[in-house]
């Protein structure tokens, strides 16, 4: 167990829908990042967010958005879904960014679009 | 920008026997190279890292990396492949103006028969 949590664990939902996927960092960590797992694509970065602020974008689309709340928590929200965002959603967290630290991953969030 | 290619896409191999996963890199600067392991319905566990010094990484469950600058690889290796090992292994290399974020490879499934 990383000490990083997602809910949901899965979600179905149709085309059009907007979801929101939640991750709550390892106690400590101030920087949490979100990737895309997906057969095609394999894993991508979309975006890390620090202290509340965002630090970096990766190949985030522009239907997505997300954010990072004083406790630290952090939310992926999917707009105007589209059956190709079907994916695993990972939520990562490390305590300050550097390049020396691992990651630490969450269970992830299954995206299934219909 | 920086990549990792894993050129197998599966590597078969029996319990007992070494095993090896392959990994090249590309960065510009010096290489910050890390080994993750996905096991089903599960988020990515980090294995070892690579930063400075020796060449040879020890890393979680018996696992080792060797570095090699002038070849720019980084395997994971084993030297006696247990059942349970079976999963699939990503190595990344940190990217970003900071190294933020991971670039993943593809993926190696390993498969360990008993």
């Known amino acids: 167990d990383s000490g990083v949590t997602q809910t949901p664990k899965h979600l179905i939902t149709a085309t059009g829908q907007r979801v929101t996927l939640r991750c709550s960092p390892r106690s400590g960590d101030l920087s949490v990042y979100w990737y895309q797992q997906s057969l095609d694509q394999g894993l991508q970065f979309l975006i890390q967010?620090?202290?509340?602020?965002?630090?970096a974008k990766g190949n985030i689309l522009e239907r997505f958005s997300a954010q990072q709340f004083p406790d630290l928590h952090s939310e992926l929200n999917l707009s105007s879904l589209e059956l190709g965002d079907s994916a695993l959603y990972f939520c990562?967290?490390?305590?300050?960014?550097?390049?020396?630290?691992?990651?630490?991953f969450g269970p992830g969030t299954r995206l299934t679009v219909l | 920008a920086q990549s990792v290619a894993q050129p197998e896409d599966q590597v078969n191999v029996a319990e007992g026997n070494p095993l090896t996963v392959k990994c090249t890199y590309s960065?510009?600067?010096?290489?910050?190279l890390f080994w993750y392991v996905q096991y089903p319905n599960r988020g990515l566990q980090f294995l070892l890292k690579y930063i400075t010094g020796d060449n040879l990484v020890k890393g979680s469950y018996g696992f080792e990396a060797e570095f090699n600058k002038s070849q720019t690889s980084f395997h994971l290796k084993k030297p006696s492949a247990l059942v349970s090992d079976s999963a699939l292994y990503f190595c990344a290399v940190r990217d970003g103006d900071y190294g933020q974020n991971f670039v993943f490879g593809p993926g190696t499934r390993l498969s360990v028969l008993p």
């Open positions: 967010y620090y202290n509340g602020e965002e630090r």
């Open positions: 990562a967290s490390s305590v300050p960014p550097g390049r020396n630290n691992e990651q630490f």
């Open positions: 960065v510009s600067g010096n290489p910050y």
